[in-house]
């Protein structure tokens, strides 16, 4: 018998109401013999998610983004989109949700019986060492990290090494990003300098100092790179936010460390890979 997780985003909107009622009816009268346990978002656990032969993530991108935190390497996940743009322009674009309401029945199955692709996405991940040698680690960051003075007014002032580089430095932050986390500002940066590109997704990632220069061209300031970014921090006090969520702080002398050897998450997608919506 399969052990499923169903998330769902809570809110008043009728149309993700309705699409939470279509999902439990599909889960209640599929002919495979499965356990569900459903749960909103807010009212989730880390250990909710221990042991499940699935999770099923109902809502929009910034919904499984959210979940995925609590999500290890082992456990498929699944993202159905519970508002599809397509549908209704206020919706959600759901690059992450491969099903909807309409397909959800058939990619239950497909994912149930083993036959949806598996997507391994690389996270990156944090992990600070306090002046007095305590380690705490960051959560999976499956889009972007930042890196930055709590102060947004003060500059975020560090020691930087990565491969050949070791110089201090300031900004306005740090931001490191996934190939497929890319938001705005990488494409930006990705036209102007040729960094980035899809056959290294894995093992790579991009760091860029914020509010840059767009005349800067010094890779110190932006790079495409696979190796361990480490920094020292100079800042009273300053914190570590993965994917727009937790806040992780820490105080001038800290040591953080970001690579990509996150745990990966497995995303199941029914009509293409990843891979394929980045081309």
Same mark, same amino acid.
């Given at each position: 018998m399969a052990d499923v997780l169903l998330v769902y985003k809570k809110n008043f909107?009728? &149309?993700?109401?309705?699409?939470?009622?279509? &999902?439990?009816?599909v889960l209640e009268n599929t002919a495979r013999e499965i356990r569900v346990d459903v749960r909103a978002r807010e009212?989730?656990?880390?250990?909710?998610?221990?042991?499940r032969d699935l999770v099923i993530v109902l809502g929009g991108d910034g919904t499984l983004t959210s979940i995925s935190h609590n999500i290890d390497s082992n456990t498929p996940v699944m993202g159905v989109n519970s508002h599809p743009r397509s549908e209704?322009?206020?919706?959600?674009?759901?690059?992450?949700?491969?099903?909807? &309401?309409?397909?959800?029945?058939?990619?239950?199955?497909? %994912?149930?019986?083993?036959? %949806?692709?598996?997507?391994?996405?690389?996270?990156?991940?944090a992990t600070i060492e306090t002046?007095?040698?305590n380690r705490i680690r960051s959560d999976p960051a499956m889009n972007d990290?930042?890196?930055?003075?709590?102060?947004?007014?003060?500059? #975020?002032?560090?020691?930087?090494?990565?491969?050949?580089?070791?110089? #201090?430095?300031?900004?306005?932050?740090?931001?490191f990003?996934? $190939?497929?986390?890319?938001?705005? $500002?990488?494409?930006?940066? #990705?036209?102007?300098?040729?960094?980035?590109n899809a056959e290294q997704s894995n093992s790579h990632y991009l760091v860029i100092a914020r509010?840059?220069?767009?005349?800067?061209?010094?890779? #110190?300031?932006?790079?495409?790179?696979d190796q361990t970014t480490v920094i020292t921090s100079d800042m009273h006090r300053g914190y570590v936010v993965p994917d727009g969520w937790d806040e992780y702080h820490f105080n001038r002398g800290a040591t953080i460390t970001v690579d990509l050897q996150g745990p990966h998450l497995k995303l199941l997608t029914f009509r293409g890979s990843m891979a394929d919506k980045m081309r």
């Open positions: 909107e009728s &149309v993700h109401d309705l699409s939470l009622q279509t &999902v439990k009816e009212q989730v656990r880390r250990a909710d998610f221990i042991g209704d322009p206020e919706g959600s674009f759901g690059f992450y949700m491969d099903s909807d &309401v309409e397909t959800f029945s058939t990619d239950l199955e497909a %994912a149930l019986s083993g036959k %949806a692709i598996i997507n391994e996405l690389p996270r990156l991940q002046t007095s040698g990290l930042l890196i930055a003075n709590t102060h947004q007014y003060a500059p #975020s002032k560090y020691h930087l090494r990565r491969g050949g580089l070791d110089i #201090s430095q300031h900004s306005s932050g740090l931001l990003s996934t $190939w497929l986390g890319q938001g705005a $500002w990488f494409k930006q940066i #990705s036209r102007k300098t040729n960094c980035g509010d840059l220069d767009p005349t800067i061209t010094d890779e #110190s300031y932006f790079e495409w790179t």
